[in-house]
């Protein structure tokens, strides 16, 4: 059963770092390319982030180019996204996800939410100013 757990949210002053964990079981981080996505209240769900472990592609999106860095650690069968000089905007659900399409795959863009088939339950993150 494929599932997916992110942790690693919180409380963060502007300017502040925090590090998202996207821990997955049921397939191996290595064969499958693995997004970041977040979600503001009243927004749409927007992907930020992805990464091919098979390829070692990795893509951003321009609103946190620069700030993110997307990384993996084949042991513990987890992607980290590490965000840094958070801002007041960057509030919102973290979820990561991944499909069955994305076998083997390069990590060229996110792509639309709706391509996805699985998620985790997300992970809280709120900037204040």
């Known amino acids: 059963q494929v599932q997916l757990v992110e942790s690693g949210g919180g409380v963060v002053q502007s300017g502040g770092s925090l590090r998202l964990s996207c821990t997955a079981s049921?397939?191996?981080?290595?064969?499958?390319?693995i997004s970041w996505f977040r979600q503001a209240p009243g927004k749409a769900r927007e992907g930020v982030a992805c990464i091919s472990t098979s390829d070692g592609t990795t893509f951003y999106a321009d609103s946190m180019k620069g700030r993110l860095t997307i990384t993996k650690d084949n042991s513990a069968n987890t992607i980290y996204l590490q965000m840094n000089s958070l801002k007041p905007e960057d509030t919102a659900v973290y979820y990561c996800?991944?499909?069955?399409?994305?076998?083997?795959?390069?990590?060229?863009?996110?792509?639309?939410?709706?391509?996805?088939?699985?998620w985790g339950q997300g992970t809280q993150v709120t900037v204040s100013s």
């Open positions: 049921g397939f191996s981080v290595d064969d499958y390319v």
């Open positions: 996800a991944t499909d069955a399409t994305l076998y083997r795959r390069s990590c060229v863009r996110v792509g639309t939410s709706a391509y996805y088939k699985y």
